[in-house]
């Protein structure tokens, strides 16, 4: 890391600063702190702040800049490596944090009370994905959160569109809530966050926002670059021709000798899920990288990229020996000892069709023999899903159950003859 850093330094150039003209600042981070409230971060344009002088917010709008706040700055932050230390003033060119101002946030500019123009902002790209978050219903509710209400979800989440702005929150039906973000990934770390904080949710499959225009329904379509080796090169074009992709360009990598780069424009919900397929299909030596590119025509329906799952029919504990008949029927999701209840999805089936089963029957007792007599059970080891590789799996009559200490698949109705019941409705 050290010849990369003297290269930073020798080679790129110091800031453009002009420390005699009024301050200006573009916000790019914002955080918030019990005491101080909130925290704006960027990094200075022109002039000179200190503590003490008084300032405020600008926002850019179609008839010019708008003043949102005046305010005056409480206490100035620098990063001295790992920790924030307090300074009394910064000049053009640093990086600081100034608390102070309630309102303005990213993309907005702070200036000094003369300046009346606001700094021209980075446009964000609109958000492509939606997923519905909803309360834990289901019989294993309640045992391991401590954040169960549809209240305390909600306030978590629009806390959550403070500080990033990628994030749309819309109320929804009941106690749900509709958020959007730029891709599932995005979502899966706001999930994560919110499990590791205490709660549990109830989440559905990520859905594209589709637009239409002229008559037209178009979708969100993105720009994939893609490194693998030669042998890999199949095996991924075959795969993303499933989900809707078109190659644009494909060459050798510069450089490097049997590795070929592929580019690419697919669909925002051909990529859900993908990745895990993508590196298991490379063996982990593949690179990819995701950009948006544009609203486009619908490419029509994707390729069969899953098989049914394997639906529990039963409650309490999963036993080994009911595991070592179902083996058969297809890839396990869980372990013997797990709970598991009516609807919960415990397996991939081998076939396009799910199938009930009862992953928790036990062996008879006789008056002959013990049960555990002349069985030797010996499971293959499960498919244990992470969150990430959960959300791309989930199919549009499931949810992901998501609680501080596990992660379950099930469907959206539990009880098997209302799934029969919505299964003959005619699909929107």
Known sequence: MSQLLD?????????????????????????????????????????????GDRVHGLRNKDSGAEKIEDGKVVKLMKKKGTNMVLTDCAGAGDIISIAGLSSPSIGHTVATLEIMSALPTVELDPPTISMTFGVNDSPLAGRDGTHLT??????RLMAETETNLAINVLPGLSESFEVQGRGELQLGILIENMRREGFELSVSPPKVMYKTESGQKLEPVEEVTIEVNDEHVGLVMEALSH?????????????????????LTCPSRGLVGYRSVFSSDTRGTGFMHRAFHAYEQFRGPLGNV???VLVSMGFGTITAHALMSLEARGTLFVNPGMETYDGMIVGEHSRDTDLDVNPVRSKELTNVRAASKDENVRLT?????????????????????????????????????????MSKRPKE
């Open 7 to 51: 290269a930073v330094v020798t080679h790129v150039p110091p800031p453009n600063a002009n420390t005699d003209a009024p301050f200006q600042m573009l916000v790019s981070m914002m955080e918030r702190d019990f005491y101080l409230g909130r925290i704006l971060t960027g990094r200075i344009s022109s002039g000179v702040v200190r503590v």
């Open 150 to 155: 549809g209240g305390r979800i909600g306030d």
């Open 243 to 263: 989900r809707r992709a078109e190659v644009t360009d494909m060459g050798p990598v510069p450089g490097t000798v049997g590795r070929t780069r592929l580019s």
């Open 306 to 308: 899953r098989k049914g």
């Open 381 to 421: 080891p499960p498919r244990l899903m992470t969150l990430e590789e959960a959300i791309g799996y989930v199919a549009s009559d499931e949810l992901i159950e998501v609680t501080p200490k596990a992660i379950r698949l099930r469907k959206k109705y539990l009880d098997v003859n209302k799934r029969k019941a």
